[in-house]
């Protein structure tokens, strides 16, 4: 079998290569792989391909005849690793007991060597090598296309032709367009009214004014001039209301939207995303839609039909003389033009500095406690100096652009006019058109300058639009959100079994952080987790939360993958008890009912009392009606940890996980925790991670993480029994530290 | 008293702190395989080394961290140096050499076009090592910062493309790339 992809080979090695691999003694291409890397050692770009074949690994360049490294016998290498360094990687081979290089790629094929690495290891395991695993597309690249993927597997931009920014937002108006279509009504019968006072004044002058005849048309001109008026006040008044209307519904939908997206994204998105900086786009980017909608109803739609019925009017009552009021236009698209190219970065400043005020702030203000601590008062009001100085700066550049282009643009316009007063005053003069005709014609002639000063100015407030609406779009586009499957299986209850399958997980998916993790926890077990900061205890947990997908192996619930359960399914099965428990601001009673809204408050207390919560409750004045400030503010640490016990034992949940739920607590309030979880685990499957061990000691089994791995599993007397094991050896360390605090 | 007092922090988290490395006690060299093999008096040799930077903007040549993996495959750290300077200097260039395999970075030294499609961003850049494209998601935490003026860019692969500083590029360059990356 011979297969190939462009940088990998399984059975057949490409033809720059084949020769020189020959010389070097590779004949045998069955079962071979091939892969080329991108860099030279010292980082210089340079092809290179690794030949694996006939139980020797071996470097070549191509049309060099010799090897650049090896050839190697496999039986000389013990292991295989992808190390990663910054911005690129080695793949590397223990020999001797130290990791030798091999080959060095650029992050760019980090995918492929990943493969290539599991195929080396199956080959130094005597196992064959799987072609179709290691040529099979990237999941970072589309197939069709070669256009990188916004994720690991996500729809190709490119390929499934996403609309246009502009298109996108008219999109949202779809659901109103009746409304949009009453809106467009009322515009064109407002038009219709703009275009009659100038005919009114034109008839006036030249009817009844200039020759002083039918002076008994006077009032009915005057009252047709007050109708018009009259009217189109009307028309502005269901105008604006509607567009509001729409508008506001827009924007409170998107909101809705863009809130049940950021709930619905991974953990891993607010790793990389600041929380002042996505509060900035909901709270103001979203309110640019709602000018959107008044641009386009009242704005852009209008000034474009005044222009075009304003132009077809002029052109009707003098062509030539309508051809000179087109001159300025040229200029107006020229400025507009360079507007946009030197404005556009300076609304994105703006953006940037509000959204950098808001993450200084909310910094600043949820710290206030560690400013004050630190004394550094002084320090913070100069970094919110520089920072309300970048804020000023890039508004007053924004400002100063636009306070220049509007005035040039109001000079051409009035150069426009002056052209049409010179040669209409000719014409009147010359008898060839009437005065009324003249004014009719300036009438029209600032009707028809206004639009097109108001669409030159589009541009200006279409840029600002654009900006927020691309910053709203990347939150709803964003691909970071753990897939749900197709045909979820429904489990309305859970036994409560767990089980790890050979996991492999990182945060940076090249860097695992669980390196082939298995365990089995039978329903109703209370199971320890322990091990050193790093070394993968709350990436178990996270897994099973399903915080975070695999990247290899599976986690089973009740022997069900995590990634096939309903969302909602899996959370109801599982109760989980932070470190820092996040209280959220309202009574104490709502934090108690946060995962339970319906429940009655007899219930809320039983949970309370459960968690030994209810005493401290009852004591304040207003119990459970007690508000809370931010985070809990008001309690203390092991209060804010047991109302967050109450709110884990009010859902009932099958699994309970416990990540490090008494650690930053006193030892009074441990005990008193400790009292509470001993009734919440009872009947449930428990999974404590702990850094105390003497909370583990009636664990049905201890798992011990290190590196990655369960380096020991067993219960905590059998545990201890392990000589130079790692668990005896914490419990050793810990032993002694409580000697030297008492 | 009063400098007793200022010194005496840094003092004491010396004795508990990084290990220095000093040239007095260390000793690099090219072993098997040419890898970097460290000896420290007084300890033991460490094979197959590496060499990571602690403040790879602030201060490239300055504390300079040495690393190897032990038996288990943990990385632990040898010690420090402070000054690589201050070594001889074919231990200089060893260290150097495994800096160089430690980082890989392309600088960008101009920006010939940016283009925006699919909320993605086409780069046409000269670096050190000639003319190429690359592609990355136009979004905050692709562009990093890079001291006080630089960026550094991660493509849609994570490969990394650094601008010292974004102000020394020329005037048209400067304005292509602050037109999309103006945080």
Same mark, same amino acid.
């Given at each position: 079998?011979?297969?190939?992809?462009?940088?990998?080979?399984?059975?057949?090695?490409?033809?720059?290569?084949?020769?020189?691999?020959?010389?070097?003694?590779?004949?045998?291409?069955?079962?071979?792989?091939?892969?080329?890397?991108?860099?030279?050692?010292?980082?210089?770009?340079?092809?290179?391909?690794?030949?694996?074949?006939?139980?020797?690994?071996?470097?070549?360049?191509?049309?060099?005849?010799?090897?650049?490294?090896?050839?190697?016998?496999?039986?000389?290498?013990?292991?295989?690793?992808?190390?990663?360094?910054?911005?690129?990687?080695?793949?590397?081979?223990?020999?001797?007991?130290?990791?030798?290089?091999?080959?060095?790629?650029?992050?760019?094929?980090?995918?492929?060597?990943?493969?290539?690495?599991?195929?080396?290891?199956?080959?130094?395991?005597?196992?064959?090598?799987?072609?179709?695993?290691?040529?099979?597309?990237?999941?970072?690249?589309?197939?069709?296309?070669?256009?990188?993927?916004?994720?690991?597997?996500?729809?190709?931009?490119?390929?499934?032709?996403?609309?246009?920014?502009?298109?996108?937002?008219?999109?949202?108006?779809?659901?109103?367009?009746?409304?949009?279509?009453?809106?467009?009504?009322?515009?064109?019968?407002?038009?219709?009214?703009?275009?009659?006072?100038?005919?009114?004044?034109?008839?006036?002058?030249?009817?009844?004014?200039?020759?002083?005849?039918?002076? *008994?048309?006077?009032?009915?001109?005057?009252?047709?001039?007050?109708?018009?008026?009259?009217?189109?006040?009307?028309?502005?008044?269901?105008?604006?209301?509607?567009?509001?209307?729409?508008?506001?519904?827009?924007?409170?939908?998107?909101?809705?939207?863009?809130?049940?997206?950021?709930?619905?994204?991974?953990?891993?998105?607010?790793?990389?995303?600041?929380?002042?900086?996505?509060?900035?786009?909901?709270?103001?980017?979203?309110?640019?839609?709602?000018?959107?909608?008044?641009?386009?109803?009242?704005?852009?739609?209008?000034?474009?039909?005044?222009?075009?019925?304003?132009?077809?009017?002029?052109?009707?009552?003098?062509?030539?003389?309508?051809?000179?009021?087109?001159?300025?236009?040229?200029?107006?698209?020229?400025?507009?033009?360079?507007?946009?190219?030197?404005?556009?970065?300076?609304?994105?400043?703006?953006?940037?500095?509000?959204?950098?005020?808001?993450?200084?702030?909310?910094?600043?203000?949820?710290?206030?406690?560690?400013?004050?601590?630190?004394?550094?008062?002084?320090?913070?009001?100069?970094?919110?100096?520089?920072?309300?100085?970048?804020?000023?700066?890039?508004?007053?550049?924004?400002?100063?652009?636009?306070?220049?282009?509007?005035?040039?643009?109001?000079?051409?316009?009035?150069?426009?006019?002056?052209?049409?007063?010179?040669?209409?005053?000719?014409?009147?003069?010359?008898?060839?058109?009437?005065?009324?005709?003249?004014?009719?014609?300036?009438?029209?002639?600032?009707?028809?300058?206004?639009?097109?000063?108001?669409?030159?100015?589009?541009?200006?407030?279409?840029?600002?639009?654009?900006?927020?609406?691309?910053?709203?779009?990347?939150?709803?586009?964003?691909?970071?959100?753990?897939?749900?499957?197709?045909?979820?299986?429904?489990?309305?209850?859970?036994?409560?079994?767990?089980?790890?399958?050979?996991?492999?997980?990182?945060?940076?998916?090249?860097?695992?952080?669980?390196?082939?993790?298995?365990?089995?926890?039978?329903?109703?077990?209370?199971?320890?987790?322990?091990?050193?900061?790093?070394?993968?205890?709350?990436?178990?947990?996270?897994?099973?939360?399903?915080?975070?997908?695999?990247?290899?192996?599976?986690?089973?619930?009740?022997?069900?993958?995590?990634?096939?359960?309903?969302?909602?399914?899996?959370?109801?099965?599982?109760?989980?008890?932070?470190?820092?428990?996040?209280?959220?601001?309202?009574?104490?009673?709502?934090?108690?009912?946060?995962?339970?809204?319906?429940?009655?408050?007899?219930?809320?207390?039983?949970?309370?009392?459960?968690?030994?919560?209810?005493?401290?409750?009852?004591?304040?004045?207003?119990?459970?009606?007690?508000?809370?400030?931010?985070?809990?503010?008001?309690?203390?640490?092991?209060?804010?940890?047991?109302?967050?016990?109450?709110?884990?034992?009010?859902? *009932?949940?099958?699994?309970?996980?416990?990540?490090?739920?008494?650690?930053?607590?006193?030892?009074?309030?441990?005990?008193?925790?400790?009292?509470?979880?001993?009734?919440?685990?009872?009947?449930?499957?428990?999974?404590?991670?702990?850094?105390?061990?003497?909370?583990?000691?009636?664990?049905?089994?201890?798992?011990?993480?290190?590196?990655?791995?369960?380096?020991?599993?067993?219960?905590?007397?059998?545990?201890?029994?392990?000589?130079?094991?790692?668990?005896?050896?914490?419990?050793?360390?810990?032993?002694?530290?409580?000697?030297?605090?008492? | 008293?009063?400098?007793?007092?200022?010194?005496?922090?840094?003092?004491?988290?010396?004795?508990?702190?990084?290990?220095?490395?000093?040239?007095?006690?260390?000793?690099?060299?090219?072993?098997?395989?040419?890898?970097?093999?460290?000896?420290?008096?007084?300890?033991?040799?460490?094979?197959?080394?590496?060499?990571?930077?602690?403040?790879?903007?602030?201060?490239?040549?300055?504390?300079?961290?040495?690393?190897?993996?032990?038996?288990?495959?943990?990385?632990?750290?040898?010690?420090?140096?402070?000054?690589?300077?201050?070594?001889?200097?074919?231990?200089?260039?060893?260290?150097?050499?495994?800096?160089?395999?430690?980082?890989?970075?392309?600088?960008?030294?101009?920006?010939?076009?940016?283009?925006?499609?699919?909320?993605?961003?086409?780069?046409?850049?000269?670096?050190?090592?000639?003319?190429? *494209?690359?592609?990355?998601?136009?979004?905050?935490?692709?562009?990093?910062?890079?001291?006080?003026?630089?960026?550094?860019?991660?493509?849609?692969?994570?490969?990394?493309?650094?601008?010292?500083?974004?102000?020394?590029?020329?005037?048209?360059?400067?304005?292509?790339?602050?037109?999309?990356?103006?945080?």
């Amino acid at each position: 079998m011979a297969c190939r992809s462009e940088f990998c080979c399984v059975g057949s090695f490409p033809d720059s290569v084949a020769a020189a691999a020959a010389e070097a003694g590779f004949t045998e291409f069955s079962g071979a792989l091939a892969a080329c890397a991108d860099l030279q050692f010292d980082g210089t770009p340079g092809v290179s391909w690794l030949v694996l074949a006939q139980g020797r690994l071996a470097v070549f360049r191509p049309g060099v005849s010799t090897p650049c490294w090896g050839p190697m016998e496999l039986t000389k290498v013990s292991k295989v690793r992808c190390f990663q360094a910054v911005g690129s990687a080695f793949l590397q081979v223990m020999v001797d007991g130290l990791y030798v290089m091999v080959v060095r790629y650029s992050n760019a094929r980090r995918e492929l060597f990943g493969r290539v690495r599991i195929q080396m290891e199956r080959m130094l395991a005597g196992e064959e090598v799987q072609a179709e695993w290691v040529l099979r597309p990237s999941d970072w690249v589309c197939g069709a296309c070669g256009l990188p993927l916004p994720g690991k597997g996500a729809s190709c931009p490119r390929c499934s032709r996403r609309h246009g920014i502009l298109l996108r937002s008219l999109g949202l108006m779809r659901p109103y367009t009746r409304y949009i279509a009453g809106l467009f009504t009322m515009m064109v019968i407002g038009v219709c009214l703009d275009l009659v006072p100038a005919q009114l004044t034109r008839l006036l002058v030249d009817k009844v004014l200039l020759p002083r005849e039918h002076l *008994d048309w006077l009032p009915l001109i005057l009252l047709g001039l007050v109708g018009t008026s009259g009217s189109r006040c009307v028309l502005n008044i269901f105008i604006g209301r509607l567009s509001s209307l729409v508008g506001t519904q827009v924007t409170r939908e998107l909101r809705q939207r863009l809130q049940a997206k950021l709930v619905s994204l991974s953990v891993d998105y607010y790793n990389r995303h600041s929380v002042g900086s996505l509060m900035s786009r909901v709270l103001y980017d979203v309110d640019f839609f709602h000018g959107f909608v008044a641009q386009v109803a009242q704005g852009f739609l209008l000034n474009i039909m005044l222009v075009a019925g304003v132009g077809a009017m002029l052109f009707l009552m003098n062509w030539r003389l309508a051809l000179l009021v087109l001159l300025p236009i040229p200029f107006v698209i020229m400025g507009t033009m360079f507007f946009w190219k030197r404005i556009y970065p300076r609304y994105y400043r703006v953006w940037d500095s509000q959204s950098k005020m808001a993450q200084l702030l909310s910094g600043l203000l949820s710290g206030v406690r560690l400013v004050k601590a630190f004394g550094q008062e002084q320090r913070e009001a100069e970094r919110f100096g520089e920072n309300a100085g970048y804020m000023q700066t890039a508004r007053w550049r924004l400002d100063a652009g636009t306070a220049t282009f509007n005035p040039l643009m109001g000079f051409v316009f009035g150069l426009g006019g002056l052209i049409v007063w010179l040669a209409g005053g000719r014409l009147v003069v010359g008898d060839r058109i009437s005065l009324g005709t003249l004014m009719a014609f300036f009438g029209y002639l600032g009707m028809f300058y206004a639009p097109i000063s108001a669409l030159s100015m589009f541009s200006n407030w279409v840029t600002g639009f654009m900006s927020a609406a691309q910053r709203t779009f990347e939150i709803l586009d964003s691909t970071a959100t753990l897939p749900v499957s197709p045909n979820p299986v429904r489990m309305p209850t859970t036994q409560g079994t767990i089980e790890f399958r050979d996991v492999v997980f990182g945060y940076d998916p090249y860097t695992p952080v669980l390196k082939g993790v298995s365990f089995r926890v039978e329903a109703g077990q209370f199971i320890g987790i322990v091990g050193k900061s790093g070394s993968g205890k709350t990436s178990i947990v996270n897994l099973i939360c399903r915080f975070y997908d695999v990247q290899g192996g599976q986690v089973l619930l009740d022997g069900v993958d995590v990634r096939d359960y309903a969302p909602e399914d899996l959370h109801r099965s599982i109760g989980l008890v932070l470190q820092d428990p996040f209280l959220f601001r309202g009574t104490i009673a709502d934090n108690v009912a946060y995962g339970r809204p319906a429940a009655e408050a007899l219930e809320i207390m039983d949970a309370a009392r459960a968690a030994n919560a209810h005493d401290f409750i009852a004591r304040r004045a207003s119990a459970y009606d007690t508000k809370l400030g931010e985070n809990g503010a008001g309690l203390s640490g092991g209060e804010r940890q047991r109302i967050s016990i109450a709110r884990a034992l009010l859902c *009932d949940p099958r699994i309970l996980i416990l990540d490090e739920a008494t650690s930053s607590v006193d030892t009074e309030s441990e005990q008193e925790i400790q009292r509470a979880l001993a009734q919440l685990c009872r009947g449930r499957t428990t999974l404590a991670v702990a850094h105390r061990l003497s909370t583990l000691k009636n664990a049905d089994r201890i798992l011990v993480v290190d590196e990655g791995r369960i380096a020991e599993c067993g219960t905590h007397d059998e545990l201890l029994a392990l000589e130079n094991g790692i668990y005896r050896n914490l419990v050793r360390i810990q032993t002694e530290l409580t000697r030297l605090e008492v | 008293m009063v400098t007793d007092t200022a010194a005496a922090p840094a003092t004491r988290l010396a004795k508990t702190g990084v290990r220095r490395l000093t040239p007095e006690i260390t000793t690099v060299f090219e072993g098997t395989f040419s890898l970097l093999h460290v000896g420290v008096k007084g300890d033991t040799l460490y094979r197959g080394a590496f060499a990571a930077r602690m403040f790879p903007v602030r201060h490239p040549d300055r504390f300079i961290s040495l690393h190897y993996t032990d038996a288990a495959d943990k990385e632990q750290e040898i010690g420090l140096i402070e000054d690589l300077a201050a070594f001889p200097e074919e231990q200089q260039a060893l260290v150097r050499q495994s800096l160089g395999r430690n980082y890989h970075e392309k600088v960008i030294q101009r920006v010939y076009s940016v283009r925006c499609d699919f909320g993605l961003l086409f780069f046409d850049v000269e670096t050190q090592f000639g003319r190429e *494209d690359f592609v990355m998601p136009w979004r905050y935490d692709r562009a990093e910062e890079y001291g006080e003026k630089g960026k550094v860019l991660l493509d849609s692969f994570d490969n990394r493309f650094v601008i010292p500083n974004v102000e020394a590029l020329p005037g048209p360059d400067q304005q292509r790339f602050t037109g999309f990356i103006y945080w």
